[in-house]
């Protein structure tokens, strides 16, 4: 039984199309995390009416380097008129005025 083994070819993963992405061990977007799944709790699952809290969970995400930084549009939000670059400028001039 265990030649069988020995015969078979070597398995190689190969990495997922877009990536892989690392899980939030320090819990940094688990806020955004948690409103989103409550917000597809309340509209029984219906994505669409949670689209807000999608996307505020993705900018956390892209914001503390979990994931790759993108356009919003390659990420289905191109009806939407904030971009990642605007929040993150948004976010230095609002400290800078402090």
């Known amino acids: ?3 069988n083994t020995f015969n078979q070819s070597k398995f190689i993963p190969t990495a997922p199309e877009k990536g892989s992405f690392p899980l939030d061990h320090e819990g940094l977007c688990k806020k955004y995390y948690l409103l989103y799944m409550r917000c597809l709790h309340q509209s029984d699952d219906q994505s669409s009416q949670c689209r807000k809290e999608a996307q505020e969970y993705l900018n956390c995400r ?3 380097e979990l994931m790759e930084k993108a356009e919003w549009s390659r990420l289905g ?5 904030t971009d990642k670059t605007t929040s993150s400028s948004s976010s ?4 800078t005025r402090n």
Not at 77 to 81: I, L, N, S
Not at 92 to 95: E, K
């Open 77 to 81: 939000f191109e009806d939407t008129k």
């Open 1 to 3: 039984m265990t030649s």
């Open 92 to 95: 230095s001039s609002t400290s």
């Open 62 to 64: 892209m914001q503390n």
